[in-house]
Every structure is written in C-alpha cells, then in structure tokens.
C-alpha cells in the first residue's frame, strides 16, 4: 500500500486552469464560429465541477475535489428520433488536499491519501434529435496522479444536457460516474457532477 505524499497543489486546480484558458482562448480566437447556423456533427466541450469517491480500502478521507474533462463528440447515423454518438476526452477526478502527517495504517506505514485519477476514455450512446440529451458509457484507462506506469482499465458513464446559450455555444450540465475495479488492490467508485460549455 502506498505511504502519504506531502501536500501539493491539486492535479484538479490544474487542470481547470487549462480548461479555463482552453475556451477563452477559442473564443477569442474564432468568433465567427459562434454565428447561428446548423448544428455541426462533432462537438467540442470542456466541463468542471465536484466529484466523490470511495473504496472499500484503507485510505484518508480526502475523497471529494473538483473534477473536469475536455470531450471531442461525434454524432452519427442521425433519424428522426436522434443519433448513435461517439466520444473521445480526457479529465481528472481530483481529491483534496493531505499533509505529512502519518496516520498509522493497520498493515503498518501510514495511511495513503485518496487518489487523483487521470482518465482517458472512449465512449458511445444515444443523442436526441433536439442534441440537449446525450447518454454515453464505455471503457477508460485511468492511472492515479504521480503513479505513471500503472495504467488500470476502468468504466465510465455520463450524461450531459445542454441549453443553448448563444449562437453555436450552449451551457452543459454532466453527470458522470467511473468505476476503477482493481487499483492498489481495492477497487474506486467516482461519480461527479459538472457544468461547462460545448461548441457545435
């Protein structure tokens, strides 16, 4: 089991900086593209919100932090109903913050803190005709903050409704869960809820 780390600036605060300057950066860049036109078939969105875990095994309770994810989304084989979707993203399930303080772990050491999780995950659903409702799920290759050779394979699930906002931008709400079956030994259940802001 892995000893505690000293305190350190959040993956999670990182990464939302980058979101963060991602769509202010597009925005100035390109701002034509929020003209009022049909909806395009890929859609770009970035989210950040509030997350939770748990596991069955012996770690600080530091498992609640800000989560986030950037996602490219394809829409296919459109009907009038709605559309097979695909996803590609990336995000982090973050976790608060520890110290050096050691608490005795009951196999001896000190108690690890909870992990922060690095995702990438590959997903495919359904979308609405109208695009405001989009469910998507599938596989994920996680791998916890500082650990970079220990890739495991995980499950993700998510929802997103939109609103339109203004021209091609509209405000995102998303929902997400990820399932980590075997890390360190335990398994990791995460769920989060965020909004952000998708371009199509």
Do not use: K
């Amino acid at each position: 089991m892995r000893t505690c780390s000293a305190s350190r600036r959040s993956l999670a605060h990182t990464f939302a900086r980058a979101a963060r300057s991602t769509l202010i950066l597009a925005a100035l860049a390109a701002p034509g593209l929020l003209s009022a036109q049909s909806p395009w078939p890929v859609s770009i969105e970035a989210t950040l919100g509030v997350g939770a875990g748990r596991t069955r095994g012996e770690y600080r309770s530091n498992d609640s932090g800000l989560a986030g994810d950037l996602l490219v989304g394809l829409r296919l084989r459109p009907t009038a109903r709605g559309a097979l979707a695909a996803a590609v993203g990336v995000g982090v399930q973050g976790a608060g913050e520890t110290d050096l303080v050691c608490l005795p772990a009951s196999s001896g050491g000190c108690v690890p803190s909870f992990p922060e999780f690095e995702i990438a995950a590959v997903l495919v659903g359904w979308e609405t005709a109208s695009t405001d409702l989009r469910v998507l799920g599938g596989p994920a290759a996680v791998r916890a903050y500082g650990d970079w050779d220990d890739i495991r394979l995980g499950l993700q699930g998510r929802v997103d409704v939109t609103r339109p906002m203004i021209g091609r931008l509209a405000v995102l709400l998303a929902g997400r869960g990820l399932v980590v079956p075997s890390y360190d030994g335990d398994s990791f259940h995460m769920i989060s809820v965020a909004l952000g802001l998708r371009l199509r």
